[in-house]
């Protein structure tokens, strides 16, 4: 029995991507799923010391990582249409944030990297995910940039967008999606068993996708608030025919995003991108 560790966000989009594999759905033959639950900035550090076997990780962390991690052709995360928001407590445009602090969610998540070519140059400070929207609310932070569920709550919490870095993304491209994340597995394990695991991977997806009730009843519990409409609508945001696949449009995005990124010195290169399909 070889052991094969899986980490990723406690969020209800990754907990239905997994559901399959996570309640021994699909046959994994000698192989046997640990699944790890971190914030995406802890898997992103993780990463860089080769932690986990297989491992969702920021496209942005990715330029890092290229010579320990394969990027699979499934599990992205990418807004299409939509993305990362960030938000205020009062209506802000873009100039006003120039002297003020904006948190993000870790300094090599995607969102960050949107946010500097956004607007360059800003004043950041690091807040998990789960505690931007609480740091916006009490005034600790002027702005913040929220990830995950946030972005179907931020209304709810009293709060303005400034701006939706995936819109913004789209009107930059001619309508490409924001590549956000992606799963990635580790180059020592081999050819064979790296193809066999991104089969599997991939069929825990589409397992989710054909029995979708099942798999949202699953993702329920990692929803943090949501309920089951929304949580529906987040899942179906960055879990879809993206997430199977990365597909010409998917590939293109990364490629753009990353090159956009190096081009403006905000990455020191483009990494190697493999796309590994089992």
């Not at 309640?23 to 046997?32: A, E, S």
């Not at 701006?163 to 994340?181: E, F, H, K």
């Amino acid at each position: 029995m070889t052991l094969i560790r899986v980490a990723h966000s406690p969020d209800s989009d990754d907990a239905f991507m997994f559901f399959a594999l996570a309640n021994n759905l699909i046959d994994t033959g000698d192989l046997r799923f640990e699944h790890v639950l971190s914030d995406i900035e802890t898997l992103n550090r993780e990463a860089l010391a080769g932690t986990y076997e297989v491992t969702a990780v920021s496209i942005h962390a990715y330029t890092r990582l290229a010579d320990r991690y394969a990027l699979l052709s499934s599990g992205a995360s990418m807004g299409d249409g939509y993305g990362p928001v960030v938000v205020a407590q009062e209506q802000l445009d873009r100039d006003d944030l120039t002297n003020v602090e904006v948190a993000i969610p870790g300094a090599m998540t995607s969102a960050a990297l949107a946010l500097e070519m956004w607007k360059p140059g800003l004043k950041t400070v690091v807040r998990s995910f789960d505690e931007i929207i609480p740091a916006v609310q009490s005034g600790e932070v002027a702005a913040g940039v929220v990830i995950h569920e946030g972005q179907l709550t931020w209304e709810q919490d009293g709060l303005h967008r400034i701006v939706d870095l995936g819109v913004w993304w789209a009107d930059q491209t001619d309508g490409l999606p924001l590549p956000l994340g992606g799963n990635v597995i580790r180059r020592d394990l081999g050819d064979e068993l790296m193809a066999r695991l991104a089969r599997l991977l991939r069929q825990s997806i589409e397992y989710s996708l054909e029995h979708r009730q099942a798999a949202l009843d699953y993702a329920l519990d990692y929803g943090r608030g949501l309920d089951r409409d929304k949580a529906d609508r987040f899942v179906g945001m960055y879990v879809n025919d993206l997430t199977v696949d990365y597909g010409d449009r998917g590939r293109r995005a990364v490629r753009e995003f990353l090159g956009r990124a190096y081009a403006a010195g905000l990455i020191e290169e483009i990494p190697r991108l493999d796309f590994l399909a089992g």
